[in-house]
């Protein structure tokens, strides 16, 4: 509740000591202070002490001395519903990346650099913060605080296969017994835990499909008859495996269209685990769970899949092809025997769908375009509003959502839009609520990362801009973040190179003055399905390029307390054309929106990179601009053609084109009709 000058902090008590309830003043900062007596508490902080109070009490009877609580669901997801949300209903940290430790007299989060000044806004003093995401570190700190031959609980549900063997090689030597407890102890007390959402899974219409469920179904198949350890089952436990196994989506994960579900799939039957009063009619008919042939879909419902899994481990010469990323170690403990086990990083559908077939290409690259008119749209906007000083944070991030809602095919928003001014845009993962909007200035950097859910695809853009005069130190980060942005893009690399080789070109300039990021340079994005798209990208756990590829590029720099900077584009992998090789790579980008002219110094920019620059821009004008021009924006395609103008290379005439003249000066109703 809002007071005149004044907000109310929530109500504090630090367990061992007295300190109460303190009255945030407005404007005394951000981020609690616990070395206070009494303690700070932003109006962003949670109280939980009544929430450790009664987890706690809910540990002491089933002999646990910890439990460790996880960021995410049953199907190991990055973005979770919010019944899901058990760590952020524990802490208040609502990051996506977090594990936390409770024991009886201590509360613990770890989370990464991404989150630190997240934590420390949202968490009260009932919990310390460590800056760490390993769990090494967490195994160590329980080794530490958690007698010999106690039991520490975790909800199998939540851990991964390789999660779990992590901690367990840790803590086993130790004398520390981890205790699975598929029965989550926090469910036990969250007694206002939202319920299922109603909405029914639905199908992808024909138009933009090229390869059916049943051909789907056979592809895999083909993969297990193929592999030569002969598995029987494949078991699909991520969400995105069984949309796209069968080509439905649902509504079940904020911003991500996945249903609840788990897929066992064998030579001749398919079982598929859903809540089952959810399908209908015609879902049944169009999955063929009338039969019972090689073809035809068995429902069962989600709640059954262990007790399903463990009757087929009954049967002779069973084995079950498990992707050990995405399953969790509540149905993999249930494999008990090696013979009736395969395991591989990744599931064969999880590799499958990285590469996309011909269709999914087109239609993510027509979704891209749709979208860059709506994010021109916001930047056009913004330079006319900001210098008025009536806009803020949320108000930037309602606009561009409801600019991607009129476009074609629109489902709305891919995740949270992080519409971040000066200091907020230090924080990597910053969304803006009522409570941290900062007015939008000229004074100040801008970062705005946002995307869009379409039928056809599903978008992931960063642009940042400064609507009036940048520091000399502003501007170079900002070139030197382009500058990487534009290595990856533009280079050439054998097909089967992994990310990880590759990432360093993004780091390169930024580098060679000292400066640095703290996140991934990027991560696959799917058609219409999560933004971040798992096995594709950078990172050392990414499987080797491919033709076919969509993945984000999006380097980026922090100065913490200042500002931010991140370039991020959707980039398809195509086939590179070389001298005298055949079988190269390079990318092609599909995000198309202009950068911040105002912050560019193309006196850093390689030959090389400035041509590639305008190339790009050149692009933007043939593809976006007949779209723009296709619904009527006119001053949007002004402002296109101005803010693509070429940039003069070393090689340029001293003559601009008088394209670039006339974009430069004249009004933009005049050069919409003039071009």
């Not at 705005?448 to 859910?453: A, C, I, K």
């Not at 054309?577 to 390079?586: E, I, P, S, V």
Request: charged content about 20%; some cysteine.
């Amino acid at each position: 509740m809002d007071f005149s000058g004044w907000r109310l902090a929530v109500c504090l008590v630090v367990l061992g000591g007295s300190r109460h309830a303190v009255w945030a003043e407005e404007g005394l900062g951000s981020e609690r202070n616990c070395s206070v007596i009494p303690p700070y508490l932003p109006p962003t902080a949670v109280n939980t002490s009544l929430r450790l109070q009664d987890l706690r009490a809910a540990m002491s009877p089933l002999n646990v001395s910890a439990y460790i609580l996880p960021a995410t669901d049953s199907h190991l997801s990055e973005y979770i519903a919010p019944r899901d949300a058990r760590l952020a209903w524990m802490s208040g940290f609502t990051g996506s990346a977090g594990t936390a430790v409770i024991t009886q007299s201590k509360a613990v989060l770890w989370t990464d650099s991404r989150y630190w000044i997240q934590a420390e806004r949202q968490m009260d003093c009932n919990w310390e913060l460590e800056r760490d995401v390993s769990i090494r570190i967490i195994t160590n700190w329980l080794i530490k605080e958690i007698p010999e031959g106690h039991q520490v609980g975790f909800d199998p549900f939540l851990f991964s296969v390789d999660t779990f063997d992590v901690y367990n090689t840790n803590l086993a030597p130790s004398g520390r017994i981890l205790k699975s407890m598929p029965d989550n102890l926090v469910d036990k007390i969250w007694t206002d835990r939202p319920s299922l959402p109603p909405d029914n899974p639905t199908r992808l219409p024909d138009s933009i499909i090229e390869r059916t469920w049943p051909m789907k179904v056979e592809q895999i198949r083909a993969q297990m008859n193929d592999n030569p350890y002969k598995p029987t089952a494949v078991l699909l436990s991520a969400l995105d495996e069984t949309a796209w196994l069968f080509n439905l989506r649902g509504n079940d994960i904020p911003f991500n269209p996945f249903f609840y579900s788990y897929t066992l799939l064998t030579m001749d039957e398919i079982w598929l685990f859903v809540h089952t009063e959810r399908i209908t009619e015609e879902l049944k008919e169009y999955l063929n769970t009338s039969c019972y042939q090689a073809n035809c879909v068995q429902l069962l419902e989600y709640s059954s899949v262990r007790s399903y899994l463990q009757s087929y481990l009954q049967r002779p010469n069973v084995r079950v092809w498990v992707g050990t990323e995405y399953t969790n170690q509540a149905l993999y403990e249930l494999i008990t025997l090696e013979e009736n086990l395969l395991t591989s990083t990744y599931s064969p559908v999880l590799i499958t769908k990285a590469v996309k077939d011909a269709t999914e290409q087109r239609i993510l690259k027509e979704a891209h375009v749709r979208d860059a008119v709506a994010v021109m749209q916001l930047l056009l906007w913004l330079e006319k509003k900001v210098p008025e000083g009536k806009e803020t944070e949320l108000t930037a991030a309602h606009f561009v959502n409801q600019c991607r809602s009129k476009q074609k095919n629109s489902r709305g928003s891919s995740f949270e839009t992080i519409s971040a001014s000066g200091p907020n845009a230090a924080l990597a993962h910053y969304s803006p609520s009522n409570e941290t909007a900062r007015k939008l200035t000229v004074d100040e950097m801008y970062l705005v990362d946002s995307g869009g859910q379409y039928l056809d695809g599903t978008t992931d853009i960063t642009r940042t801009v400064h609507w009036g005069v940048p520091t000399d130190f502003q501007k170079e980060a900002y070139t030197r973040v382009l500058m990487g942005n534009i290595e990856i893009s533009r280079t050439i690399f054998s097909a089967g190179t992994r990310g990880v080789n590759i990432e360093m070109l993004g780091r390169r300039a930024l580098w060679e003055i000292g400066l640095n990021y703290g996140h991934g340079t990027g991560h696959g994005v799917g058609n219409y399905f999560g933004v971040h798209e798992w096995p594709v990208g950078f990172q050392s756990n990414n499987i080797p390029f491919q033709e076919g590829m969509f993945t984000s590029i999006e380097p980026g720099y922090y100065k913490e307390n200042d500002f931010g900077i991140r370039i991020e584009d959707i980039a398809l992998t195509i086939p590179a054309t070389t001298k005298y090789g055949n079988n190269y790579l390079t990318f092609e980008t599909v995000s198309l929106v202009p950068y911040d002219r105002n912050l560019i110094d193309t006196s850093l920019l390689s030959p090389e990179q400035l041509h590639w620059l305008n190339t790009y821009y050149e692009t933007i004008r043939s593809v976006v601009g007949p779209e723009l021009e296709k619904q009527g924006l006119k001053e949007e395609h002004a402002w296109m053609m101005k803010h693509t103008a070429p940039f003069l290379t070393a090689k340029s005439s001293a003559v601009i084109s008088s394209v670039t003249l006339l974009s430069t000066l004249l009004p933009s109703a005049l050069l919409y009709h003039l071009l």
